[in-house]
């Protein structure tokens, strides 16, 4: 076992002597301590800034030579300095750079400042934490804490400029989104729905690859009952390259906007599975409460037969003994009731089968977007919405995990080729 050194106190005059040091040793050992009673990280902090203004006078060294020696083979002149700022937790801190200038007159961008005062870290951790529930006015409360001294120094930490650095990191999540090129993305299945934002609706839109992997790729703004809307959507993802030459299956909620616009986009080569769980809750809300559980039973019977067939005959059973004395509820089981047994015609593994008779993945999206955006209290306008939509969208993809059932997507995948292989072929609509 490994002996652990432990420290002594003693009385000053049985200290040991320490050696003279010069005054500039002395003054930065005065500083670290002063630094340590705030803190580790404090200290840290501050023999960073050191270690970072000796690398710069290291790079102009190398460029003009020592301060004060005259050398004819120098590449570069002293030229003063000038207050710059560097990024440091998630705040601005005020540094002096010093400056070189070639022979010619021009400046001369040190490498080494450039590689601290970069802004995009900046951006990134106000993004973050926004997303994460902090609010502007509450944003310096949660720095890191670097010492009274930077601190009182530091800029870009009031309410206004986080504001302003979280609509810019929002911008460039929201063009990140709506610019993904398609063409590389091998797609299998997709979903979509929309997502309430106060008085606006954004329609998204969930890819799920070959191999199991979910990737956001669209968002519309408009309503998933209007079909012009979800085509333009669909069409966009056509435009930026989505290839379905090899059959696509689509797995929808029960809005007859979205099979319109599936069809009008893609024809009959696309494949659609209605929702399963949206048609169960669709009935319950034409059904007495005493009545929801039994007839609940019965359509879940009819969905998990073996045999689709079947399946679909005892669900038009179900819908038939509902017409006398629940005809809307009759009506809502037949409603697109082909649909829901696209997937159990396929022959996937039950695993499989599970996943994509639901649009559980695109929900389960679209709660980590509602999470993100839980403590917005007055949405100004749609570009608002759909900037938090994007930020919430790519924060959920960063949370994913293939789908259940990911091993046996090449059993859809040749179900999908058999369907298009046997399918009229027909003009995709290209543009909205």
């Known amino acids: 076992m490994s002996k652990v050194s432990t420290l002594r106190v003693v009385s000053k005059d049985r200290a040991p002597q320490l050696p003279d040091l010069d005054e500039e040793v002395r ?10 009673r705030e803190g580790l990280l404090a200290m840290s902090v501050a023999t960073g800034l050191k270690v970072m203004h000796a690398m710069m006078q290291a790079e102009i060294t190398g460029l003009a030579g020592p301060k004060g020696k005259h050398n004819p083979d120098r590449d570069a002149v002293r030229h003063g ?4 700022s560097v990024t440091l937790g998630a705040r601005r801190v005020p540094v002096s750079r010093p400056r070189a200038r070639t022979g010619d ?15 995009d870290l900046l951006a990134e951790v106000v993004l ?4 994460a529930g902090l609010a502007c006015r509450r944003f310096t409360t949660a720095q890191e804490p670097v010492g ?20 810019r990191a929002t911008e460039t999540a929201l063009a990140e989104l709506l610019a993904r090129d398609l063409s590389n993305l091998k797609v299998a299945a997709m979903m979509v729905d929309g997502l309430h934002i106060a008085e606006h609706l954004m329609v998204v839109a969930l890819a799920i690859t070959t191999d ?9 703004e408009g309503d998933t009952e209007n079909t012009t809307v979800v085509t333009a959507l669909l069409a966009d993802l056509v435009d930026r390259g989505l290839d379905t030459t090899g059959g696509v299956l689509f797995v929808l909620d029960g809005a007859t906007a979205l099979t319109k616009a599936v069809r009008k986009v893609f024809g009959s080569a696309a494949l659609i599975q209605r929702c399963t769980l949206h048609k169960r809750r669709n009935l319950a809300d034409h059904l007495s409460e005493r009545e929801r559980e039994l007839i609940d039973r019965k359509l879940v019977r009819a969905f998990a037969h073996p045999d689709p067939d ?17 005809p809307s509820a009759a009506a809502s089981v037949r409603e697109g009731l082909e649909e829901m047994f696209t997937v ?12 994509l008779t639901t649009t559980n993945p695109v929900e389960s999206m679209i709660s980590i977007t509602r999470t993100t955006q839980r403590n917005v209290k007055n949405w100004k306008d749609a570009a608002m919405a759909r900037r938090w939509t994007a930020a919430g969208m790519l924060v959920a993809e960063g949370k994913f995990r293939r789908i259940k059932g990911h091993k046996d997507m090449p059993l859809l995948v040749a179900a999908l080729a058999r369907h298009t292989k046997c399918a009229q072929p027909e003009t995709v609509l290209a543009t909205a």
């Open 27 to 36: 003054l930065a050992l005065s500083e670290a301590a002063v630094s340590a």
């Open 81 to 84: 300095s000038a207050p710059s």
């Open 105 to 119: 007159g021009e400046e001369v961008a040190l490498g080494t400042f450039a590689a601290f005062a970069g802004d």
């Open 128 to 131: 973050e934490r926004m997303l």
């Open 148 to 167: 009274a001294r930077v601190e009182a120094d530091a800029r870009s930490t009031s309410r206004s400029a986080v504001s302003r650095r979280f609509v």
């Open 212 to 220: 199991g992997r979910k990737v956001p790729v669209g968002l519309y």
């Open 310 to 326: 079947l399946g679909l005959r005892a669900a038009r059973e179900l819908a038939t003994s509902l017409q006398r004395t629940h």
């Open 344 to 355: 159990r015609r396929l022959g996937l593994s039950a695993s499989l089968e599970r996943t």
